[in-house]
C-alpha cells in the first residue's frame, strides 16, 4: 500500500480496528471499515465498489470472509488478527489471496515512520450505507470531515475531556458514529476507551461495575436496554 489505496476491515470493535483506520488515513491510504452484520454478497459489493486489495480480519470470521472473496478477484491478501496459527482462517479463503499475520507484521519494525503531510481534503475513509434501499453507498470522508466531525461531538457534550474520561465503545466502528464519537473523539480528548466487541448488555454491565465509564456514545435503543439492565441487576450507572 503506497498511495491512495482502499485498506478494508471486516472486524468487531478491537485495539486493532483503531490501529488500522489511523495507521492507513495517516499514510495516505483510505481506510474502509466492512459492516460485519451484512450479508457476505453485501459485504462483496462493498469491496469491489471500494475496489480494496488488503483486507484485515478477525480470524472468527474466516468463514464469511471466504465466501465474501469469492466474488471479489480483486482482493489480494488478508491479515488475520490475533495470535493463533493461520493455518484454519486461511483454510477458508482462496488460493489465490496471501495470509499474513498481523502480529507478524508488526513485531520488529521500527516504531517510528516518516508520516507524509496531507491536505485537509485528502480522503482519509470510505464508509458505506447498509442497503437498507438497494446497494450500499458509499462516502468518502477526507481527513478534514473526520476532525470537523469530531469537533462537533465535542461541542454535543459541555465540559467533555476537561477532566478525565472513560469512554464506552459498544458503537460498531464500522458506522460513521462509532467511528467519530468512538474512534476519533476519544483519541482528541485523550480519554480511555473501554472497547466492547459489540453491544452485548452483559458484557456492558459487567463493565459498569468494574470500569464504571464517564460518557457513553449510544442510541435511543441502546440506552434503553442499559438503563433496564442496570435497574433489573441493581447497578448504579
Known amino acids: 500500500i503506497d498511495g491512495d489505496q482502499r485498506v ?4 468487531y470493535n478491537c485495539a486493532e480496528h483503531i490501529e ?21 454478497d453485501q459485504i462483496a459489493y462493498v469491496v469491489n465498489h471500494a475496489e480494496s486489495e488488503v483486507i484485515v480480519a478477525d480470524p472468527r470470521l474466516a468463514e464469511k470472509l ?3 472473496l469469492q466474488l471479489c478477484p480483486n482482493v489480494r491478501a488478508v491479515a488475520f488478527t490475533g495470535i493463533a496459527p493461520l493455518d484454519d482462517a486461511a483454510s477458508h479463503l482462496p488460493d489465490s489471496v496471501q495470509v499474513y499475520s498481523y502480529e507478524q ?5 521500527p516504531t517510528s515512520y516518516p508520516w507524509p503531510e496531507l491536505p485537509e481534503n485528502t480522503a482519509a475513509a470510505l464508509v458505506y450505507s447498509t442497503s437498507t ?18 469537533l462537533q461531538g465535542k461541542a454535543w457534550v459541555p465540559g467533555l475531556g476537561d477532566k478525565p474520561e472513560r469512554m464506552l ?38 463493565l459498569m461495575k468494574k470500569h464504571t465509564p ?15 439492565a442496570a435497574e433489573d441487576q441493581e447497578i448504579p450507572i
Open 20 to 40: 488500522v483506520m489511523f495507521a492507513v488515513a495517516a499514510k495516505g491510504a483510505v481506510f474502509n471499515p466492512l459492516n460485519v452484520q451484512l450479508m457476505a
Open 169 to 206: 465503545a459498544a458503537l460498531p466502528f464500522f458506522h460513521a458514529y462509532g467511528l467519530t464519537m468512538n474512534v476519533t473523539l476519544a483519541q482528541f480528548i485523550g480519554g480511555e476507551l473501554v472497547i466492547l466487541p459489540k453491544p452485548d448488555m452483559s458484557l456492558i454491565m459487567q
Open 8 to 11: 478494508s476491515t471486516l472486524l
Open 105 to 109: 507484521l508488526l513485531d520488529g519494525r
Open 133 to 150: 434501499t438497494g446497494a450500499p453507498k458509499g462516502a468518502m470522508l477526507s481527513h478534514g470531515n473526520l476532525f470537523s466531525n469530531l
Open 214 to 228: 464517564t460518557w457513553v456514545p449510544g442510541v435511543p435503543t441502546l440506552y434503553e436496554r442499559i438503563v433496564k
Open 66 to 68: 471466504g465466501a465474501i
